[in-house]
T-cell receptor, first 117, second 119 residues
Framework: EAQVTQNPRYLITVTGKKLTVTCSQN?????MSWYRQDPGLGLRQIYY???????DKGDVPEGYKVSRKEKRNFPLILESPSPNQTSLYFC????????????????FGNGTRLTVT | AQKITQTQPGMFVQEKEAVTLDCTYD???????LFWYKQPSSGEMIFLIY??????QNATEGRYSLNFQKARKSANLVISASQLGDSAMYFC????????????????FGKGTHLIIQP
C-alpha cells in the first residue's frame, strides 16, 4: 500500500530535550515536505526537499532541522524544543509534476501531535 | 497577499443538502493544479479531488465536484447530498510551477473551512 509513515503519533516532551519525528514514504517520490498545523493558521510549511541531499526552508523553518540522506526518509529534528512548537505536524510526499500537469496530489502521513511543556 | 483564500471559516448545513465550499486563488501562471483535502476530527489529511488549469471540464469524484471558474480564479468544492460523515475541515490548495514558489513545487494551502453537517 502506498503510504507516508510518520512516527510517533503523539509525543509529549519538555523544553530543550532534543527529539526526532521520523517520516518514510514508499512511493519513490522525490519531493517531501514537513508542515505544521495550528488553529486559525492552517498548514504552514517548515522544510521541503526536492531530492536526496537537497533541502530548503519553507515558511516557518526556525527551530527545526531536516535531513534527506535517502529518498524514502525525511526526518524532522527539533534540537531544543520550545512550547511554541506545540503543534500538529505532517510529513508529506508528492510525485513530480509533468509539463502542464500537476495532478499528483500531496500524500500525507497521519500526523504527529507534539506537546512541549 | 494570500495565494489561496477560503472565505468561510465555518458552515452549518442540514444533512442531505448540497454544500458549496468557496476557494479563490491567486497566480500569474497559466499552468497550475488545484486540490481539495478533507481533514476529519481524527486529524488525517484525505485527498478529495484535483483540477488542472488546462482541464476543460469540471472534475468530479463521486459526490464531490469542483466548480472551476478560471477567469474568476475560483475553485469551489461542491458536495452533493451531504452526510454526517462529511463533517470535517476542508482545505483548498494550489500547486504552481517550481519557479513560482509555494515551497518550490509544493502546495500552498488555504486556512480551511470547518463544515458541520446537522441531522
Amino acid at each position: 500500500e502506498a503510504q507516508v509513515t510518520q512516527n510517533p503519533r503523539y509525543l509529549i516532551t519538555v523544553t530543550g530535550k532534543k527529539l526526532t519525528v521520523t517520516c518514510s514514504q514508499n512511493m519513490n517520490h522525490e519531493y517531501m515536505s514537513w508542515y505544521r498545523q495550528d488553529p486559525g493558521l492552517g498548514l504552514r510549511q517548515i522544510y521541503y526537499s526536492m531530492n536526496v541531499e537537497v533541502t530548503d526552508k519553507g515558511d516557518v523553518p526556525e527551530g527545526y532541522k531536516v535531513s534527506r540522506k535517502e529518498k524514502r526518509n525525511f526526518p524532522l529534528i527539533l534540537e531544543s524544543p520550545s512550547p511554541n512548537q506545540t503543534s500538529l505536524y505532517f510529513c508529506a510526499s508528492m510525485g513530480r509534476a509533468t509539463e502542464n500537469s500537476y495532478n499528483s496530489p500531496l500524500h500525507f502521513g497521519n500526523g504527529t501531535r507534539l506537546t512541549v511543556t | 497577499a494570500q495565494k489561496i483564500t477560503q472565505t468561510q471559516p465555518g458552515m452549518f448545513v442540514q444533512e442531505k443538502e448540497a454544500v458549496t465550499l468557496d476557494c479563490t486563488y491567486d497566480t500569474s501562471d497559466q499552468s497550475y493544479g488545484l486540490f481539495w483535502y478533507k481533514q476529519p476530527s481524527s486529524g488525517e489529511m484525505i485527498f478529495l479531488i484535483y483540477q488542472g488549469s488546462y482541464d476543460e471540464q469540471n472534475a468530479t469524484e463521486g459526490r464531490y465536484s469542483l466548480n472551476f471558474q478560471k477567469a474568476r480564479k475560483s475553485a469551489n468544492l461542491v458536495i452533493s447530498a451531504s452526510q454526517l460523515g462529511d463533517s470535517a475541515m476542508y482545505f483548498c490548495a494550489m500547486r504552481e510551477p517550481t519557479y513560482s514558489g509555494g515551497g518550490a513545487d509544493g502546495l500552498t494551502f488555504g486556512k480551511g473551512t470547518h463544515l458541520i453537517i446537522q441531522p
